[in-house]
Each structure stands twice: as C-alpha cells, then as structure tokens.
C-alpha cells in the first residue's frame, strides 16, 4: 500500500505541475460554469430552470458527467503512454512493484486531482443557495455519484492509455467507449427494439446516475460504477502484465 501512495502522490504532484492539466481542469470547469449560468437564467438566453429548485442541482450534476466523457480520457491519457514513449515503463518493471501496484498508484493519483477538480465546483453549490435553498440530500448523493463515475471513467481512461504509446488515439479511444455507453445507450434504450432497449437501458451510465443527481441512493448504482472500475482496472493491469512479455 505504501508504493501505491508514494506513486500516487508523484502522479498527483506531477498533474499540479503540468499546464495541460490546468488547461483540462479549465476548461470542465468553463463548460460546467457556462451550462449552470445559462440553466440559472444568467446569460442573456432564457433559463431552463428556475434558481434554487432541485432542476438545478440536477441539471448541473448532468451537465458534469457528460463533461467527463472527454474530460476524464484527457486526464488520463498520459499516465502508461507517456511511460510507454518514454521507456521509463521498463525501469518500473524491474523494480520491486506490482503491475496492480503501479495502476492502483496512478489511479489513485489521478483521483485526488479529480477530487481536487470537483471540490472547485462547489462554488455552483453557493451560488445555487444564493438563488434559493438546495436541498443537502440533492447536493451530497450527487457527488457522491460524481466521484463514482469520476471512478469509473478514468479506470476506463486509464485502460486506454495502457494498450498505446499515443496519447491523443489513448484518448480518442477512451471518449469513444464512454461515450457509447452515457451518449449513445440512451437513444437506443428509447429508440431501439427489445430486447436491445432494455440492454442499452441497464448498461447506459446516465440510467444510474440520475438516481444520484436526483438525491437518491440505488444499490445498482453503487454496483454498477464500482464493477466498472475495478473491471478496466483489472484490465489494465493485464495489459501491464502482457508487456512483460513482448
């Protein structure tokens, strides 16, 4: 557990010292700020909500996870294919740590930053009690969702960035596998015949995550974004462990 934290802590120290993760970070937080004020009424576009109703903490928590499609692969996407690039992968390989030691430690790396990222958010939260009076429920089960699918996104990010060298076709893979499962399963779930509907409705991301978003807290969804993690980390892992032999 001790390698995990000292590698954790190197990724999270190497994030707040990299300008491209304060251009990602920016730029969620921008879309965030640009999809709130316009829900609230603030830009000069009529208001999809009224302020201080529970539409508008659940708008703005949906609004964050479809960020996070693209967010999360750029945050991730460096992590093993900059190790690749840079051979620096092959030094860890021969070093006393495990594959799952090594994942573990970058995921739990690129979380705090992650946690770090969403605390900034909070900021929404106050202006949303400035508006009117949020309900705390609404407010915690929704970060709480945030930080699970924030989970599961970047083990899918971090997946992807161990099977290439390349950072952007790292990326480009990882938006497009979250985006299947949180854009696309939607439209097929409404749109498609059984009994594909009914499989794109129990495997799209946002069926469960609006439980959270709406203040509720769903057994399915708890195991839904928890067997996604541990799922592509383990798939990363593996993609690891087949480098030991090529």
């Known amino acids: 557990m001790k390698k995990c934290l000292v590698l954790a802590n190197r990724e999270l120290s190497t994030y707040f010292y990299s300008p491209m993760a304060y251009v990602i970070g920016a730029m969620f937080l921008a879309v965030t700020a640009l999809i709130f004020f316009h829900g609230l009424g603030l830009l000069d576009i009529p208001p999809v909500f009224r302020p201080g109703e529970e539409a508008s903490l659940r708008s703005l928590f949906e609004a964050m996870a479809y960020i996070m499609v693209f967010t999360a692969p750029l945050l991730t996407m460096r992590l093993m294919s900059e190790e690749f690039r840079s051979g620096t992968i092959e030094k860890m390989l021969t070093t006393p740590i495990s594959d799952t030691q090594i994942v573990l430690g970058k995921f739990l790396g690129v979380m705090s930053f992650y946690a770090v990222l969403l605390a900034t958010t909070l900021v929404f939260m106050g202006l949303v009690a400035r508006y009117g009076q949020p309900d705390a429920g609404v407010a915690v089960m929704g970060y709480l969702g945030m930080l699970l699918l924030g989970a599961a996104f970047t083990a899918v990010g971090i997946f992807t960035s161990s099977i290439t060298r390349y950072q952007i076709l790292a990326a480009l893979v990882g938006i497009t596998i ?69």
């Open 178 to 246: 979250l985006a299947v499962f949180t854009l696309l399963m939607g439209p097929l779930a409404v749109y498609a015949p059984s009994p594909v509907s009914e499989i794109a409705a129990r495997a799209g991301a946002m069926t469960y995550f609006r439980d959270f978003a709406k203040g509720m807290l769903d057994t399915r969804g708890l195991v839904y974004f928890i067997s996604g993690t541990v799922l592509f980390l383990f798939l990363s892992v593996k993609s690891l462990e087949s480098r030991r032999w090529r």
